[in-house]
């Protein structure tokens, strides 16, 4: 049998986001303050997209996104693009944590105002220019649709609108539904949905706090697990599925810690997707044993390199953890990659762009010498 693998998600891969390039930063900036038009900074983009195409290309990865350039946030402009979410101020803050410290954010979230509905396709169009000048494999990444959910609960949720929240998960999976057989008809045969809330939920003090809104935290991964599932139900046959789980990145700095037992087995069980991506970078997510429950036939992305530093990581000890993890779960069934993207907001990680792409390249380096 072959170690190489010809589909995705392949032996080296990665999560998707990129550090910005400044001059696109400024540029945006510059359309905030109605100095450029909404077409002349789409130009920029697709320059700075065209270029991260090629570098992701030239390092030897198999897969190639558009580093996530046109977006502020990696999941509100997804999230918002939809009818009846809006974001609104809690008046709370999440203790985001980092090497050197705590650092505050106040936390805003996602409000359901009546019924939702997708007016047009939101990701669509980034997808085709993606796919247009990539010679790799093209991959969308999309916010989970749990994130409406989690931080708020049934008080999120306008009751005149959903009396009864089955209904408000149905559209949920409909609105997502839509969106994929979008991206499915665009060309799109790699899709990943970024999940942070089935890692929260092996976090004990955020499982406490979905108890105070009145959730139940064991209940909750088999809820969101059914949304996902209604999501992805009509994607084609050919269409790779992945989940992306990670602890919060906020210019690296996380929110949640713990292992992934209490979620794993409807993690890698119940949820009809092909691949998972798991933060591994750190104590924080715990030892490899919940990799027990992945079944046969699907792969785990280990997210061994750390995109919340510059510091190299070497490659004896990331192949020592490839071998741990293969304890768990059959060598062939596993593959690498960074444990987060690079930016999940534009402003990015602490790292610069030639830090990227070492850990970029390491992990492709490790990959093939592995895998072969």
Not at 130 to 140: I, L, N, Y
């Amino acid at each position: 049998m072959s170690m190489h693998r010809d589909k995705a998600p392949f032996r080296a891969d990665h999560v998707g986001s990129l550090l910005r390039p400044p001059a696109l930063l400024a540029q945006r900036e510059r359309f905030r303050k109605g100095e450029i038009t909404a077409q002349e900074l789409r130009t920029l983009e697709d320059a700075a997209i065209r270029e991260v195409v090629k570098l992701q290309e030239d390092i030897g990865l198999q897969s190639v996104t558009d580093g996530e350039f046109r977006r502020t946030l990696w999941h509100a402009d997804f999230l918002l693009s939809f009818d009846n979410v809006v974001s609104v101020k809690t008046g709370a803050s999440a203790t985001f944590r980092t090497a050197e410290g705590d650092i505050e954010r106040p936390l805003s979230a996602f409000h359901i105002a009546g019924k939702v509905s997708r007016p047009k396709p939101i990701f669509v169009e980034h997808f085709k220019f993606v796919k247009s000048v990539a010679r790799q494999t093209p991959k969308q990444t999309i916010p989970s649709p749990s994130i409406l959910h989690f931080r708020a609960g049934r008080g999120g949720v306008d009751s005149k609108a959903y009396p009864d929240m089955q209904e408000f998960y149905a559209d949920l999976s409909r609105v997502y539904a839509e969106e994929i057989a979008d991206l499915a008809a665009a060309g799109c045969r790699y899709l990943q949905i970024d999940e942070t809330n089935f890692a929260y939920l092996c976090d004990p003090a955020m499982r406490k706090e979905a108890q105070n809104i009145g959730e139940d935290p064991d209940a909750l991964p088999r809820t969101y697990a059914k949304i996902i599932n209604d999501a992805v139900a009509s994607a084609p046959a050919d269409m790779v599925k992945a989940i992306h789980l990670c602890r919060g990145n906020f210019e690296g700095a996380w929110v949640a810690e713990g292992g992934y037992e209490p979620v794993a087995d409807v993690l890698f069980n119940q949820i009809n997707v092909d691949a998972y991506f798991l933060e591994y970078d750190s104590e924080r997510a715990g030892d490899f044993r919940p990799l027990r429950h992945v079944p046969k036939g699907k792969t785990v992305v280990l997210g061994l390199v750390t995109t919340k530093s510059g510091k190299l990581e070497s490659k004896d000890d990331l192949k020592r953890r490839i071998d741990e993890a293969a304890k768990h779960c059959p060598i062939e069934q596993l593959a690498l990659s960074p444990q987060c993207g690079f930016a999940s907001g534009e402003r990015g990680n602490k790292l610069s762009v030639e830090e990227e792409v070492r850990k970029l390249q390491l992990v492709v380096d490790v990959a093939r010498e592995v895998w072969g």
